[in-house]
């Protein structure tokens, strides 16, 4: 009988790959193990590492992790290793994983090498939380990073299915609080936009790392009225039902309709422009009737004078205010969750104005 907690050696049979893994599409997600595989061949060149494992052997330094399946076990962390060593072993699996003469190949190489063992190395786990730092380490703000998609997912998983707040979210994963909360927002504002609005966000989901920069803009959140990460709640709607028609509009502006028309940003430097456009209701007439960034940029230049001496006071106001916070946080033993999402609202705020001073 397998020991959680503790590495056991359990035998391929036994083990699945994981169909709620955050690196798969939705559509996938859910799926039969043949499914399942064939995509992880398709995505992510599990045939390199069998042909590393024909060749070498498998290195048992690194053990799979599991959860308890009934009599089975699912792969919670490793399917990439897991796929290569079924495409090595189960004959049926290989013709319909891609490259299947090569997987072939490999499959022979193992064999007459004997390089593949009857059971191999499993760190078993109670559940998904207890292994949610070790992949928080690795794969959220570790080495071996996901791509932004599969870490905004990772960490919606932990706070709406596990019930976790923000702050133990973010210290299991190894995030700020802010960051954690801000992918959270933009998963969900992702999620809304497909099942409440039935809006296409195939393309937001293959270039989730744009979405999340926009998002980084405050007027570009202002626009379609996103919560800062501070004001962020789990479990509600960050778009509010009046700025659907706003939502829809902006994942356009940036990519595009479903025949790619309507995008008006070139590269994701392009942001900083959009959100100075979509402060001024000049700029945004403009971009809605012109459906040209520069031209519509060109419509938000008068007056900039004005607006830029009310920046400067407001900057030197700002100013004067932070330093004198500064000096009362150093009398101040404890802080707060509170005082600490507002600081790093702050910290966004300043980030926001860096990187649209800097385009």
């Known amino acids: 009988m397998a020991e959680s907690g503790k590495i056991n050696r359990l035998p391929l049979e036994k083990l699945r790959l994981d169909p709620l893994n955050p690196r798969l599409p939705e559509d996938v997600q859910g799926g039969s193990q043949r499914d399942l595989a064939i995509y992880i061949s398709e995505a992510y060149d599990p045939l390199s590492v069998a042909v590393s494992i024909a060749e070498h052997g498998y290195f048992e330094s690194e053990p799979l992790i599991a959860v308890p399946d009934g009599d089975a076990f699912v792969v919670v962390e490793g399917n990439r290793r897991l796929t290569a ?13 891609e490259s299947p003469s090569l997987w072939a190949v490999a499959a022979a190489d193992a064999k007459a090498k004997y390089s593949v063992p009857d059971e191999v190395p499993v760190l078993v786990v109670a559940n998904r939380k207890t292994v949610a730092p070790i992949i928080g380490f690795r794969h959220i703000s570790g080495i071996m990073q996901w791509e932004p998609f599969a870490k905004a997912r990772f960490i919606a998983a932990l706070v709406d299915d596990e019930g976790l707040p923000f702050a133990e979210v973010a210290a299991l994963v190894g995030e700020k609080r ?5 992918n959270y927002r933009n998963y969900s504002i992702l999620k ?11 393309r937001v989901e293959e270039q989730f790392g744009v979405f999340t920069s926009a998002m980084g803009h405050r ?20 778009v509010p039902e009046d700025k659907r028609d706003e939502l829809g509009e902006l994942l356009i502006w940036i990519y595009g309709d479903e025949g790619g ?11 900083g422009l959009l959100a100075r456009v979509l402060t001024n209701p000049g700029g945004v007439t403009s971009l809605r009737s012109q459906g040209d960034l520069k031209t519509a940029a060109e419509a938000t230049a008068d007056g900039f004078e004005d607006v830029r001496r009310k920046i400067l006071n407001r900057l030197t106001t700002a100013r004067t205010g932070l330093r004198a916070v500064a000096e009362l946080l150093a009398e101040l033993e404890v802080t707060d969750e509170e005082l600490t999402a507002l600081i790093e609202d702050c910290d966004e705020a300043l980030t926001d104005i860096k990187a649209t001073a800097a385009r």
């Open 85 to 97: 060593l079924l495409g090595l072993t189960d004959a049926q699996i290989r013709p319909e994983l």
């Open 178 to 182: 802010g960051d954690v909360a801000s």
């Open 192 to 202: 809304q936009a497909r099942d409440a609005h039935d809006l296409d966000t195939d």
């Open 219 to 238: 007027a570009l959140r202002t626009f379609i009225g996103a919560p800062d990460p501070g004001q962020v709640q789990p479990g509600v709607h960050p």
């Open 261 to 271: 028309q309507g995008r008006v940003i070139a590269e994701s430097r392009d942001l």
